[in-house]
């Protein structure tokens, strides 16, 4: 049995599931060294090729992904100077240690046979979650329409806090500041109503709906709770923010 960081074989499935949850390949393996000039020589299909894309399926498999995500698997490149001796039998694919999918994992595949051989590929993972972000330059204090707004993709590693995924939930703020295109737009950077924004606020007793007009004490994002002060009354009055200039407040 010998050990490598890096080298490649040729499968033929079928495969099964291993009781660890790992693939299994049951059926001949052919693995070895296939220099680049005598592969292009032969028209072959690159058996490094097919190693890397082996360890990024099983890789695929066991991360964890919403429907409106992108993952990126990519294996490392496998070391052509690398010779592996023919392997009849199975190949069993692993993570050690706790078997958690990372960032940077290594792919543990092993040759069960005599003389076998045992051999890690590094796998990088990326996992890319829709934002949404400027289409183009937004100045400070816009009302943002459909059309100033795009979704991209972007590592989740990289986002943090109030981020947004679907561009509807910001028709109708107020950028507080300049926006730039490509950056995720963040609810800190808006407002729905905005200190000082004359508002509507609605009040419903029973089957009654009452209106009248005041102005924002602070700024609010879309269900937040404001100061609102009653242009009728004078007095200040805790409402909830419904839609853009609108407030409803309880009876």
């Known amino acids: 049995m010998f050990k490598l960081f890096f080298g490649f074989c040729r499968y033929n499935p079928p495969y099964r599931r291993s009781a660890k949850g790992g693939r299994v390949i049951v059926g001949l393996l052919l693995c070895t060294f296939l220099g680049?000039?005598?592969?292009?020589?032969?028209?072959q299909v690159s058996v490094h090729d097919e190693i890397r894309r082996y360890a990024e399926d099983y890789v695929r498999d066991l991360v964890p992904v919403q429907p409106s995500d992108k993952l990126e698997v990519k294996a490392a490149?496998?070391?052509?100077?690398?010779?592996?001796?023919?392997?009849?039998?199975?190949?069993?694919?692993?993570?050690?240690?706790?078997g958690e999918v990372k960032r940077n994992t290594h792919v543990y595949l092993q040759c069960?046979?005599?003389?076998?051989?045992?051999?890690?590929?590094?796998?990088?993972?990326?996992?890319?979650?829709p934002v949404v972000t400027a289409r183009d330059p937004i100045a400070r204090n816009t009302l943002l329409q459909a059309q100033h707004l795009s979704v991209d993709y972007q590592d989740e590693?990289?986002?943090?806090?109030?981020?947004?995924?679907?561009?509807?939930?910001?028709?109708?703020?107020r950028s507080k500041r300049d926006?730039?295109?490509?950056?995720?737009?963040?609810?800190?950077?808006?407002?729905?109503?905005?200190?000082?924004?004359?508002?509507?606020?609605?009040?419903?007793?029973?089957?009654?709906?009452?209106?009248?007009?005041?102005?924002?004490?602070?700024?609010g994002a879309f269900n937040d709770?404001?100061?609102?002060?009653?242009?009728?009354?004078?007095?200040?009055i805790s409402a909830r923010i419904v839609a853009a200039g609108q407030v409803r407040v309880k009876l």
């Open 157 to 173: 590693v990289l986002l943090r806090g109030d981020i947004f995924s679907n561009p509807s939930e910001l028709v109708g703020s």
């Open 36 to 43: 680049s000039a005598q592969a292009q020589d032969y028209g």
């Open 112 to 129: 069960h046979e005599s003389p076998g051989w045992e051999l890690f590929v590094p796998v990088r993972v990326r996992v890319l979650k």
């Open 225 to 236: 709770s404001i100061q609102v002060s009653n242009l009728n009354s004078g007095r200040k």
């Open 179 to 219: 926006l730039r295109p490509g950056q995720p737009i963040r609810s800190s950077q808006l407002c729905v109503v905005c200190k000082g924004d004359r508002v509507s606020i609605l009040a419903q007793s029973g089957g009654l709906m009452l209106k009248t007009d005041g102005i924002a004490e602070e700024d």
């Open 77 to 98: 490149s496998i070391d052509t100077r690398l010779a592996l001796t023919e392997c009849l039998g199975k190949l069993t694919a692993d993570i050690r240690g706790a």
